[in-house]
């Protein structure tokens, strides 16, 4: 007589085997939800870039340096309405350097906690506009 179904080692070695597995997508999926975060943060830099010279376009300076997590009020009608200077665990801030005219410079800082699965994939990034501690990055966008 032939019997249907598993044995209890059968089952017990496919549980196993799927244990393994999620224990190895686990963290992948979380390093790929950060990547995903910094690309935003990107996004979100660029949008600000961009108002930033709308505004520098009309007003012939780049707007005052700002608190962490608030934007500019002159800046507000250039950006889309109600576009948050934070996300998750980072705020934004922009900060003016320099005087009106050639010298003048612009950059966002992005802020976040030590151990930001954010802020660590926001390191990833290279290039010469980015600058980045721990706990800061730093987008040069007009020095």
């Known amino acids: 007589m032939k019997h249907r179904g598993f044995s209890l080692i059968e089952l017990l070695f496919v549980m196993a085997l799927i244990a393994i597995l999620v224990g190895i997508a686990i963290p992948l999926l979380r390093v790929s939800l950060a ?32 608190k962490w997590g608030s934007a500019s009020d002159s800046l507000a009608p250039y950006l889309a309405q109600g576009m948050p200077f934070e996300y998750k665990d980072l705020e934004y801030r922009m900060v003016t350097t320099g005087g009106p005219g050639p010298t003048e410079g612009f950059t966002i800082q992005v802020r976040y906690a030590e151990d930001s699965e954010i802020g660590e994939a926001l390191q990833a990034f290279r290039g010469a506009d980015l600058v980045w501690t721990r706990t800061l990055s730093t987008f040069l966008l007009h020095p």
């Open 35 to 66: 990547r995903a975060d910094a690309a935003r943060v990107r996004t979100d830099v660029r949008q600000v870039e961009v108002a930033a010279l709308q505004y520098r376009e009309e007003a012939g300076s780049f707007p005052p340096t700002t």
